[in-house]
């Protein structure tokens, strides 16, 4: 296991001259820019961690000249707000990195989808990218990038609802095959990234391929932006190397009583402390797409995982039986567990019926409930019970 | 009925008549009249070419996109687990007692609608809460009660 | 081709076949719940679900596609438990109360939990914390949301094959349902009744309203003289519900079930059938007439057939600027309904109040149709109540009626004489070959130029179908028609109706006769038909109503001798006064939401 420690990195929010950076990407072909992309390893930062330059490479191989780059700003995991900041400081980068991409794939347009919770961003970002099409009109590259507003929906952060979302329908995921790549927006070739990941790319770009992958590890290349919240005296956002091991973390911003860390947000994965020493933040071992919440004693897990519970519970699309239904059957069975009403030995029945949900659900929203679900009721079995 | 009808008429002049229009149409609907009314839906759906259920069905998929009457300042309190420690109770409780409301009620006088939302992307500042679409975050009880007393006074 | 192998057997299949399909090659059945035939995949139940080696999750057989070397396995221990597991999931969100419910022993959720999940269910019941409605607001059917379980069937077949979308998903997470627009009673949107999604619905949640208990009433009451109708496409279809394969004719049968059961007159709707045929051919004729002739530019052409009340209400909602170009012939039900009170009742000297009216049909659109305000020119409701094939079989059942093993029997006379031309009106082009047989010998005094009287340009199951037939040698009162093309479109299925209507508002459709049927196929594919229903199935009640068509002496409507007798006794001539007075009906303007 490779462990480099807490690096504190600045490249997401470096100042950079970024149509020096956009000159120079265009000069360059798209496989050239595939190449560095798939060089550096950098993997998806939307949370699942899909490499970029393969994306950039199926979609670009598509042979329907109508492609489109997304942007998938939806941010709503529970505790990231890392692309809320990104496009507030830089959103230069975001639509830099979106034409890069649009050189890389063959996209004349983009789209942002941007969440409803982060409308008050709209204006400025208007006058932002007015200014960028500008440049790019001056650099003499044909491309275009349009908003396009969510309006609170967790599951519309989940690439194939989001499409459906842009489209004006309901944001139900589709069946998959076909992926994105293939078949995306508007039915097109599309490469759909997170904010994060088109400004990585980006500075991927501007600084080589090389000094991207100083950082992190064999698996997790580079650094990425974190959204620190809970039981922290720094709460905030922190942009550091891939690879660390949850203790090192924690030490770094624990409130000296932490005793778990809910990584990668609420379908990600619960640490107790017990296991902060072995765990590596990154694809790894856990993978988060930047939150980390620190709860320290005095809290509940209890109360962490009905929150998730009823939060999953609302937020699922509602197509699927092993989502919508499960979600209600998990949520119930840990209250009747909790007051009593259930025997204590139901939880593993639920904890089945969570392993029933990570194969059988249609999204990754539903296959994720078990990940935060499991890893709570496993280790503060306890606190679940009494 | 009239009116509604011309503003839907110059919103999907704006933003087009196919299907992807729905979204913007009924999102710039919502910020003028804070929410959707049955009319509303119909004359979108005349203008789309679509089935006013299919309006309602995608309307009430989205959580902005109020389907039942709401005040002109709607308070979304962010519930999830962040704010839920951070002292949201309080800041619901302090918000009930200013309004006089319950969560998911709207004041008399149409002014305020007060809910509850998931995370919305401040956990660092929790408890946070959007008023329209401006967050307010880091809240005290005392820091509501002025922020309502300004809204109040608007 | 691709090759995949399902259960260690190998099988080939072309390219876009859906992995469910390629195992059903193999005689490997998969369960299946939001999977229709008829409609686009959904892949939203998992029911379906099969393990394909190497793949981190189960996959939806229903929604993916073969793909080359696949190795997929049907009944892994991983699927079994998966499998169980949804449909207990499926079961805990559903009022279970199968022994009181109308599709009991028919329902495909039930014959899961039969094979899947019988014993004891972990799950805790959510139905106590939901707030289900059940409308029975629509004279047609009942929704019931606790029986609902979300396969969206329903939502596709109505904006898919309907063009409609009077339903369609709301809300999101366990508050996800099936609403009308705001959740507005049934009977107050845009819904034309037509009963798609009922047909296609697995469980008790969309079920027809049934009236079987009211026609038990009456046909104890010893005070009243029930009489029955019943229309085209029921025969090739009841026997499906009694045990017989699709497409056998059980005409014979049927009478003498009828019977049986206690109603005092069996009548056939294929009487008013041939008779909407002399009236709407008739009423065509003097369109062209006025149009072609007279130059009136009042005349409203295409004209359109009018006995689909589902989809005349399709137009009263979606294009009302059409509904003068309706025929205002009321449909063959209804003709029957106005004449059963007055004719009937004159020729049988029995007093019209001691009549209930009873028909049997295809179709839930009746069930409205029956009720509307305008179909009260006998000056009592003109048919009392309406019943769905379907619910005929139940009626045989609950009686005993060992139906396979009954003799045949024959129509009661009056109003039971039939030709093959009515009985085609089952089908999609039916009325149309109909009318063509009769309008073209009226006009030219001879036969359709066709070989055995099938006009098989009209036939088939093509959405929309386009026909010119040219017309020469007329006889001297049609000369003005000499030479003329009469250009004709069919088209069954609301969707396909819908071409043809933007066609029209769009003045680019150059027919002067349009026969519509709201379903799919026609009648023998109508909502109120026995369930499962596909393309299959459909083609096969369609073969055997040309084949009923064929087998009569008689097979133009004109030739009923019936028919003859009521115009000579009683109507008078084709549109007369009196017929206008019972037999035609106007329309009326509906919301389109
Ligand atoms: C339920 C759910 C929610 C998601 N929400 C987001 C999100 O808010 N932002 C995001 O970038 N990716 C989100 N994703 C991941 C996207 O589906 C997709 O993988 C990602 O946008 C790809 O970009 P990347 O490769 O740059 O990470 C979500 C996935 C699921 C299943
Ligand atoms: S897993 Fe959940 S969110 Fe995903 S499709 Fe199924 S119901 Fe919708
Ligand atoms: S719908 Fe099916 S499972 Fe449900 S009660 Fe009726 S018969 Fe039983
Ligand atoms: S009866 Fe026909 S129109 Fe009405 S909801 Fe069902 S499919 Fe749609
Ligand atoms: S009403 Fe029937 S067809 Fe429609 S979703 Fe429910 S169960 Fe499926
Ligand atoms: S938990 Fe409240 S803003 Fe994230
Ligand atoms: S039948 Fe395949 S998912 Fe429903």
Known sequence: ?386 | MYQIGNLVKELSDKHGHARESLMPILQAIVQKHNYLTDEAMVEVARELDISAAEVYGTASFYTFLDTQMKGKYVIRVCKTITCSMKGKGDIIQTLEEILKIKVGETTTDRQFSLIETNCIGWCHKAPAILINEMPYTELTPEKVNEIIKDYMHK | MINLFINDQKVSVIEGTTVLAAAKKLKINIPTLCNHDDLCVAGNCRVCLVEQKGARTLMASCATPASEGMEIHTNTLKVRNARKHIVELLLSEHRSDCTKCYKNQNCELQSLANDYAFGDHVFLDLVEDKKYNIDRSSPSFIKDDSKCIRCQRCVRTCSELQYISAISVANKGAHQKISSFHDRPMSQVVCTNCGQCVNRCPTGALVEKTYIDQVWDAIYDPDKHVVVQTAPAVRVALGEDLGYDPGERVTGKMVNALRQLGFNSVLDTDFSADLTIMEEGTELLVRLKKALVDGDKNISLPMFTSCSPGWIKFVEHKYPEFLPNLSTCKSPQQMFGALAKTYYAKKRKIDPSKIVSVSIMPCTAKKFEADRPEMRSSGYKDVDYVLTTRELAVMIKQAGIDFRNIEEANYDSIMGDSTGAAVIFGATGGVMEAALRTAYEIVTGREVPFGNLNITPVRGMDGVKEATIKIEGCVDAWKFLEGAELKVAIAHGLVNANKIMKMTREGKAPYHFVEIMACPGGCIGGGGQPIPTNLEIRKKRMKAIYLEDEHKVLRKSHENPDVIAIYKEFLDQPNSHKSHELLHTHYVERDNY
């Not at chain 1, 798939?38 to 598509?62: H, I, N, Q, V």
């Not at chain 1, 979302?165 to 998959?176: D, M, Q």
């Open chain 1, 1 to 386: 296991m490779e462990n480099k420690g807490l690096t504190k990195v600045d490249l997401i929010f470096e100042k950079i001259d970024s149509k020096k950076v956009m000159v120079k990407a265009f000069a360059m072909s798209s496989a050239e820019i595939i190449q560095s992309m798939l060089d550096s390893g950098l993997k998806g930062r939307g949370g699942a961690g899909f490499p970029t330059g393969l994306k950039w490479k199926y979609t670009a191989a598509e042979k329907n000249p109508d492609k489109y780059i997304v942007c998938n700003a939806d941010e709503g995991e529970p505790g990231t707000f890392k692309d809320r900041e990104i496009l507030d400081r830089v959103s230069n980068k975001v639509h830099g990195g979106m034409a890069i991409a649009g050189k890389a794939i063959g996209a004349k347009k983009g789209f942002v989808y941007l969440r409803g919770e982060y409308r008050y961003l709209l204006p400025k970002l208007m006058i932002e990218l007015d200014s960028f099409h500008k440049m790019i009109h001056e650099i003499g590259f044909d491309f275009s990038i349009e908003y396009r507003m969510g309006s609170g929906a967790y599951i519309c952060g989940e690439e194939s609802a989001l499409f459906e979302s842009i489209e004006g329908k309901r944001g139900e995921p589709r069946n998959k095959p076909p992926y994105p790549t293939t078949s995306g927006v508007f039915e097109k070739p599309t490469s759909i990234n997170n904010v994060e990941t088109l400004v990585t790319a980006m500075m991927i770009i501007h600084h080589g391929a090389q000094n991207f992958i100083q950082y992190g590890t064999k698996d997790s290349r580079g650094s990425k932006v974190f959204s620190v919240s809970g039981d922290t005296p720094t709460p905030g956002i922190f942009e550091l190397a891939l690879g660390m091991t949850v203790q090192q973390f924690v030490n770094e911003f624990g409130d000296g009583d932490t005793k778990a860390v809910q990584v990668g947000g609420a379908s990600g994965f619960c640490v107790p402390r017990k296991k902060f020493a072995e765990t590596i933040i990154g694809f790894e071992g856990v993978p988060t797409g930047g939150s980390m919440k620190l709860f320290n004693s005095s809290r509940s897990m209890y109360n962490v995982l009905h929150n998730y519970l009823d939060f999953f519970t609302e937020e699922s699309c509602g197509q699927c039986t092993p989502c919508r239904v499960g979600c209600q059957q998990l949520l119930k069975g840990v209250e009747k567990v909790k007051k009593g009403e259930a025997k204590s030995t139901y939880l593993t029945e639920l904890v089945k019926l969570a392993d029933t949900m990570k194969i059988a659900a249609k999204c990754g929203l539903g296959q994720s409930v078990g990940n935060a679900f499991k890893s709570i009721v496993g280790n503060f079995k306890e606190e679940i019970i009494y």
